[in-house]
């Protein structure tokens, strides 16, 4: 038994590195003979994650339609585990699938049920909540929206204040400026962005001072202060010729 899950496993963590070579047919045949050894052993973990890199494997081919019903199955098998804390993963990559396909009462759903779990750690419940603030957005419902985002905003303070590494404060300042793009407070934002960026420019953190820029450029435009959002791809560029 062990030795034919290690076959399945190998096969397949193949199955992704032969879809990024160009080989999707190879990769097919090794998602569809992990399933069958999975099966056999009555492996439900193994079983959806496969009908997971079926999904990812049609979204890489541009089958983007066609990979909702993996996601499903995904989701659909970590269900009958009985454990939404281990299912949760697939829960989430289900929900998301539905948002690009706009299906959005379904995603919604998912969504409101993971944020609601006690279970979930808070950088995760974040990742859920800022979900629910692009339905809200998608949807129109602009106090849904607002609840949101503001809960999103007090999560990150908080999770700001306890962040330990670079990356990880970094990713969250971004995301903070985002947020406040998204719930409409522009000048905020903006600042947000660039005390971002005098951070960054204290550590060398080149790659976050760019982001920040990117953002500010993505501000501009909205605002259509075309000049300014000239000014920022100006900066884009430059910082990106120098790394």
């Not at 494997?57 to 281990?86: F, P, V």
């Not at 706009?102 to 919604?108: C, H, M």
């Not at 590494?165 to 407070?185: N, V, Y």
Request: charged share 30%.
């Amino acid at each position: 038994e062990d030795s034919a899950r290690d076959a399945a496993d190998t096969l397949l963590r193949r199955a992704p590195l032969r879809g990024r070579i160009g080989e999707p047919q190879s990769a097919v045949s090794d998602i569809d003979g992990a399933a069958k050894i999975y099966h056999r052993l009555d492996n439900t973990v193994g079983l959806a994650k496969c009908y997971l890199q079926a999904g990812e494997l049609l979204d890489s081919m541009d089958r983007r339609t066609d990979a909702a019903e993996e996601y499903r199955q995904a989701a659909a098998i970590a269900a009958t585990w009985k454990n939404d804390s281990r299912a949760s993963y697939f829960y989430f990559r289900h929900a998301c699938k539905l948002v690009e396909l706009r299906e959005y009462v379904d995603a919604e759903r998912i969504f409101k049920f993971l944020a609601s779990a006690d279970w979930l750690e808070r950088e995760l419940k974040l990742t859920v909540i800022s979900q629910l603030c692009l339905v809200a957005q998608a949807t129109g419902n602009d106090k849904e929206l607002k609840e949101r985002c503001s809960l999103a905003l007090v999560m990150i303070d908080e999770l700001i204040q306890e962040a330990v590494s670079a990356e990880e404060r970094r990713s969250l300042l971004i995301k903070k400026g985002q947020h406040l793009e998204q719930f409409g407070q522009h000048d905020q934002a903006l600042q947000c962005f660039k005390k971002a960026i005098e951070r960054f420019d204290v550590i060398s953190d080149q790659e976050g001072i760019i982001e920040c820029w990117f953002h500010i450029r993505g501000v501009m435009q909205h605002l259509g202060d075309h000049e300014k959002e000239r000014e920022a791809s100006e900066k884009v560029l430059a910082l990106g010729a120098e790394k």
